[in-house]
């Protein structure tokens, strides 16, 4: 059975860091590029961050870049993002998600609420 589960999420501080992981299992998880979206309230889903196969190729959203790291373990099937200088901007919901070029096959975790307040 396919499950990405999203963990690490929670209130902080503007200023503060968190750093969400996403452990995957069920499927091949070593050849699916990988990806970090989030929600706001009211808002599109959004593309936070990606990362490649092999960990060598990473890109983030203009609104994220500088202050966010996506990094994979693969022996640990797991994803993360290392989120520092939050922001209120940054609240919402953060999901990961898999995906497989040839294929076109994807998976989506259920998400983990990040809450920036003070």
């Known amino acids: 059975q396919v499950q990405l589960a999203e963990s690490g999420g929670g209130l902080v501080q503007p200023g503060g860091s968190l750093t969400l992981s996403c452990a995957a299992s069920?499927?091949?998880?070593?050849?699916?590029?990988m990806y970090w979206y989030r929600q706001a309230p009211g808002k599109e889903r959004e593309l936070v961050a990606s990362?490649?196969?092999?960990?060598?190729?990473?890109n983030y959203a203009d609104s994220v870049s500088g202050r966010f790291t996506i990094s994979r373990d693969n022996a640990e099937n797991t994803v993360y993002l290392q989120m520092n200088n939050l922001k209120p901007e940054d609240t919402a919901v953060y999901y990961c998600?898999?995906?497989?070029?040839?294929?076109?096959?994807?998976?989506w975790g259920q998400g983990t609420q990040v809450n920036v307040s003070s």
């Open positions: 998600k898999g995906y497989y070029p040839s294929r076109r096959t994807e998976y």
């Open positions: 069920g499927f091949g998880f070593s050849s699916y590029i």
């Open positions: 990362i490649s196969s092999g960990g060598g190729s990473t």
